[in-house]
């Protein structure tokens, strides 16, 4: 396999500008589709990526993106529902999308985002989601990548820093699921992983579980993302009962810190059982997170 180009669905996110840059950097032609030009270009600025305005859920516009690329990596999810953005139309009905354009101009390749404890029985409705995209992924036919990471920390991402936040104005830090379990991995390990994946025919048909060195539970990630900024704030955890009440609120709120459906994945833990994949050395926690958090 030699893959000279490819089009990265969700290229100017978190996850997607390290895919990039990496691609950039070997030579690799790099195409990604947004709704707002302006905002991808200052998302990949220095990058010689291709930006082309489309509607990534309008079948004909998916098709054209795709005219012309080796491969596709698809990295388009969310966390909340909002508006009209549902899991059900982002992971699902996008995937369909994905494959179908995909098959109508020729590509082959295709690299999938899913998550850890995805399954069409999940927990909840994002991982159930994220489960039927994985089948019909899995099932297309084409030549397939599946990536299932656990939470993603690195500059930028949602995670740590947000608990970073909250540490630095807020003394008292009410914690639902306090021992859920996470196995952090750094966005630059995820990207790596893609990279390496693309030319690699033995990784056709696969799915890797994408997970760092050390499994923590989420209090011990939320002090030690606070001890970075020099505090300490006082960690209670929250009854079941009590934190189930607690994001029902909070999901009400203009920033969801937390939903009713983020609790119900974070009763199973987060974690692999599984040795980082392509000769990756995953990256410490605690060697990357200080440079960014403080």
Do not use: M, N
């Given at each position: 396999m030699h893959i000279q180009s490819v089009c990265v669905l969700g290229g100017t996110g978190f996850v997607g500008r390290h895919i990039a840059r990496l691609l950039c950097a070997q030579g690799v032609a790099v195409r990604t589709p947004?709704?707002?030009?302006?905002?991808?270009?200052?998302?990949?600025?220095?990058?010689?990526?291709?930006?082309?305005?489309?509607?990534?859920?309008?079948?004909?516009?998916?098709?054209?993106?795709?005219?012309?690329?080796d491969a596709v990596i698809n990295l388009v999810g969310i966390l909340h529902e909002h508006g009209g953005q549902t899991f059900q139309r982002v992971h699902v009905?996008?995937?369909?999308?994905?494959?179908?354009a995909a098959g109508v101009v020729g590509v082959k390749r295709l690299l999938h985002m899913s998550a850890l404890n995805a399954a069409p029985a999940g927990p909840s409705a994002y991982l159930r989601s994220k489960g039927e995209a994985e089948m019909a992924v899995q099932a297309s036919g084409l030549q397939t990548t599946v990536f299932r990471p656990s939470v993603i920390f690195g500059r930028g991402d949602s995670f740590l820093t947000l608990f970073a936040?909250?540490?630095?104005?807020?003394?008292?830090?009410?914690?639902?699921?306090?021992?859920?379990?996470?196995?952090p991995v750094w966005v630059e390990d995820v990207a790596q992983a893609y990279v390496r994946s693309l030319n690699d025919a033995a990784s056709i048909g696969q799915r890797y579980g994408l997970c760092g060195p050390q499994v923590y539970r989420l209090r011990e990630l939320v002090r030690f993302a606070a001890a970075c900024l020099g505090r300490h704030p006082l960690i209670v955890p929250l009854p079941d009962a009590v934190a189930y009440l607690q994001a029902s609120v909070m999901e009400r709120l203009p920033v969801k810190l937390m939903t009713r459906d983020n609790f119900h994945s974070m009763q199973q833990d987060n974690v692999c059982h599984?040795?980082?994949?392509?000769?990756?050395?995953?990256?410490?926690?605690?060697?990357?997170?200080?440079?960014?958090?403080a």
């Open positions: 947004t709704r707002s030009a302006d905002k991808a270009r200052q998302a990949l600025t220095s990058l010689p990526v291709e930006i082309v305005p489309a509607d990534v859920h309008d079948a004909a516009q998916l098709a054209r993106v795709f005219e012309g690329v009905e996008l995937s369909h999308k994905v494959i179908e936040r909250l540490a630095r104005w807020v003394p008292v830090l009410p914690l639902a699921c306090a021992d859920a379990k996470f196995q599984c040795a980082f994949p392509f000769g990756i050395t995953p990256a410490r926690l605690e060697d990357i997170a200080p440079q960014y958090l």
